[in-house]
């Protein structure tokens, strides 16, 4: 008798012990499936960023083409009519046009960013055309910012686009915009700020729209918080158009500066959670 309830026990240890060992296989593969299907979804993700940035690099080629041949030509005007929507393009593709750490100074590099004697790109001609309201002497600079532009797409499909690089590059948007451009030390001479300001924001949207579905996903309530602060954004930014732009940084009120500074921060602080996509669950 006792040999027999010995055998029964040895028998339900087994059961329960392989019913416990096929719960953990399946727990464990059901995990590795939904992991899998994250990573499919950030990787159609990040093919869909790398587009954008593509396409966006594109029209900055174009509208850099259209700039520069102005410079070129001597038009004044018109090289100051198509300066900061041009920009616009870059300022929307920066996580991707940064990457390439030579490139990026030679393009945009600001006065006291690199020696004087290395100080090319967009704002060098800016300071030409609204300091000095000429492009006589600067028709090399437009020269070789046609050329840096043209390398930058040629490189841009070399770019590898990660989670990782979509996350940072969202909250280095903002943060850049906040920190540095927000006190006019950007567009200096031109005072065009605010389209660099939309332009990044709408950088910083397009990241956190194709990532939404997966902050959804892990916290409905941040995925929330940060569309109503996008849209509270927008319409600071919306306050301040003028025809088909924007009106100069200088024409805005210290009030309306500071309180376009602490939207952007207050969208800032939860946009830099969204890195919560690429944690395992």
């Not at 927000?182 to 005072?191: A, K, L």
């Not at 918080?225 to 025809?243: M, N, Y």
């Not at 940084?249 to 800032?268: G, H, I, P, R, W």
Request: charge should be negative; aromatic fraction near 8%.
């Amino acid at each position: 008798m006792k040999k027999a309830k010995t055998a029964v026990a040895v028998l339900l240890s087994t059961s329960l012990l392989f019913g416990c060992s096929q719960k953990n296989e399946e727990a464990t593969t059901k995990k590795e499936e939904t992991k899998e299907v994250a990573k499919d979804a950030l990787d159609g993700v990040t093919a869909e960023y790398r587009e954008y940035a593509i396409n966006e690099i594109e029209e900055f080629v174009i509208a850099t083409e259209e700039f520069t041949n102005a410079v070129i030509e001597g038009d004044v005007e018109k090289a100051k009519e198509l300066y900061a929507p041009a920009r616009m393009h870059y300022e929307r593709a920066e996580p991707i046009a940064e990457v390439f750490g030579d490139l990026d100074p030679k393009i945009d590099a600001r006065e006291g960013d690199v020696p004087e004697d290395e100080w090319t790109g967009y704002h060098r001609i800016e300071y030409g055309l609204w300091e000095k309201n000429t492009t006589k002497g600067y028709e090399e600079y437009a020269e070789q910012l046609m050329k840096d532009v043209h390398l930058l797409r040629a490189k841009v499909e070399t770019v590898e686009v990660t989670p990782d690089l979509l996350v940072t590059g969202a909250v280095d948007l903002l943060n850049e915009v906040s920190t540095s451009k927000v006190t006019g030390e950007e567009d200096r001479y031109s005072h065009t700020d605010l389209y660099d300001f939309v332009a990044n924001v709408q950088g910083a949207e397009e990241i956190f729209n194709l990532l939404k579905d997966e902050v959804k996903a892990k916290d409905a309530d941040l995925a929330a918080t940060i569309e109503a602060q996008f849209a509270q954004v927008h319409s600071l930014l919306d306050q301040q158009k003028e025809g088909d732009g924007y009106k100069l940084y200088t024409d805005l009120t210290e009030a309306e500066v500071k309180k376009f500074s602490q939207a952007v921060d207050a969208l800032a602080e939860p946009l830099s959670q969204i890195g919560i996509v690429t944690e395992a669950s």
